[in-house]
């Protein structure tokens, strides 16, 4: 089973940036697709960004391409979510998936492991 433990979430200023880390236990952790979702208030949970097990593919959501890049380090077993220009409405819990195998997806319904979730606050 994955473990997946997020950090890096904070308040930040409209135009600044934000980079968060999601740390996986277990081995193998190539062979997981992993991927951030959000969840604003009073809204449903967002798909983000989505990156295959060897890193080499990634997919985004159409609200944060260009602004939004994620990455991973499997020596490290971890997943990063760059964030840049951020805006107000980019405000939301922020969550790290993972899933059985090492394909993009975006549907919720497609990962299997989920962190604890983080605050992003973007002020004006």
């Known amino acids: 089973q994955v473990q997946l433990v997020e950090s890096g979430g904070g308040l930040v200023q409209a135009g600044g940036s934000l980079r968060l880390s999601c740390a996986a236990s277990?081995?193998?952790?190539?062979?997981?697709?992993m991927a951030w979702f959000r969840e604003a208030r009073g809204k449903e949970r967002e798909f983000v960004a989505a990156?295959?097990?060897?890193?080499?593919?990634?997919r985004y959501g159409d609200s944060v391409k260009d602004r939004f890049t994620v990455f991973r380090d499997n020596a490290k077993n971890t997943v990063y979510l760059q964030m840049n220009s951020l805006k107000p409405e980019d405000t939301a819990v922020y969550y790290c998936?993972?899933?059985?195998?090492?394909?993009?997806?975006?549907?919720?319904?497609?990962?299997?492991?989920w962190g604890q979730g983080t605050q992003v606050t973007v002020s004006s």
């Open positions: 998936a993972a899933a059985n195998y090492p394909y993009l997806s975006a549907p919720i319904r497609n990962y299997n492991y």
């Open positions: 990156i295959t097990g060897t890193g080499r593919n990634t």
């Open positions: 277990g081995r193998t952790f190539s062979a997981y697709a």
